[in-house]
């Protein structure tokens, strides 16, 4: 039987998922004193990474980047396996530090939320849950994250597969077996070339369907020794301390030099060892690359060039080239011989710009050219990302204002952090944040942190609520826009952009500036004394 708003159930803070910002918020604010709950629609930790198991995953940064920094004791306890580890490991990590710190308690697993509503009289937030229960707190934080909605290809004909689809995004949790199976893979960006270069390995045949090609870069992935763990180990304070003042939240070098402030053979020579070195490398070769359609153009010429001399097929090889869009405007993504996959015999690229498909049949996927028939078909299409997951329940504000009507022209924000009209409403990771262009978990740590000192402000000071002025949400949104106008990034369809889902409103609203120009945004408003915010007091 349903709860009634009667018998709910009263806490400090409610937590909307248990991927990494949301670990963070429940161990954060458990530890000042708050009674907490967090709510997670999976059957664990690990957010992202508890539905990623599609073979191959993952994670493009540095282990010591896509780790948590608050915690020593974490740090010096836990092994890194490989430079960039894969989804098992940070799976396992995830699941060491909800051990370590005594996370699931607070943590109401495979239990969604299906509404929020601000409740004006009573200034709490009123929880909704798939399974009835109603839970209120004054303050909700949302770390629903900025890819956890998986998004279907705009197909027709999904229903009529006779065979298994798998999806990439929830991923079955046994291992399945490809051999001897002629399998279609839908998707060709970062979890596309993952799932190619490890399952063209093993299926009979191996059937890629691309649209667009996507920019990819030798990871030079490898084992971590025991001698450089300690190492990395006893410098854990001064990497932190460089990660948060550095652009990209974590310890990747970047540059300040201008392309064109080499002659062209220095700039080969410098592309060449950046190509060797592996990972992004590449973007930190030159200061320039996403501001300087020239130099951006010289680059993206040497990377296809690269592409020509690994795959041998001339015509395959044209076809993975990407075109028509700058290089590093789409997420760039790492690879372990993904372009050296199409060189196998049972392995074949299907150009979808020069033959579409028109639908899915019960026994295949047919394209205008003909039908190719399949046992297994897997969808790699992304997400509804980062908005998806905050509209994926109704969020109701101050005055019954719904969050997908205030969004219904793009997301906006103050930090990507707090929403006008919505008071008591922090989100982790927001979309007008630096997101998906900085370390996740840099960034969640920051606005955790910074949630907590508001509302520890708000305890001392006697104030039960707090909301964002238009003005200021208006300011960053200007600020936001104005950085984003030249960047390159605005000139590719992607789900940066928004653009990989039908309908959804399109532009570049995330905050281009860099992690360490973000944290000083953050660190300036808690100074300020949180001047752009509006406050109510506690009636005595």
Known sequence: MSRTIQSAERVDIIVVGAGFGGMYAVYKFREEGYNVVGIEAGGDVGGVWYWNRYPGARCDLMSVDYSYGFSDEIQQEWNWSEQFAAQPEILAYANFVADRLELRKNFRFNTRVTSARWDEEEKLWRCTTDDGAVLEAPFCIMSTGPLSIPKDPDIAGIERFKGPIYRAQKWPHEEIDFTGKRVGLIGTGSTGIQITQEVGRKAGEFFVFQRTPSWTLPMRNHDLDEAYLAEMKANYPAMRAAMKMNPTGGTRPVSTRPFFSLPPS??????????????????????????NQAANDQVADFVRDKIGEIVEDPEVAEALKPRGYPIFARRPCLDTEYYETYNLPNVHLKDCLKDPIVEIAENGIRTESGEVELDIIIFA???????????????????????????????????????????????????NGPAALANLITIAENDVEWAADLIGHMKKQGLDAFEVTKEAEDRWMDEVFRLAEPSLIRKAQTWWVGSNVKGKPTGLSMYVGGFANYRAHCMAAKNNGYSDLVFDKRAV
């Open 381 to 431: 299409t992304g997400y509804d990302a980062l908005t998806g997951a905050l509209l994926a329940f109704e969020v109701v504000g101050r005055g019954g204002v719904l969050l997908k009507d205030k969004w219904k022209e793009g997301p906006r924000s103050y930090l990507g952090i707090l929403v006008e009209g919505f008071p008591n409403m922090i989100a982790t990771s927001g979309p």
């Open 266 to 291: 220095q700039r080969r020579d410098v592309m060449e060892h950046a190509w060797l070195d592996g990972g992004h490398t590449f973007l930190a070769c030159f200061s320039d690359l996403l501001s």
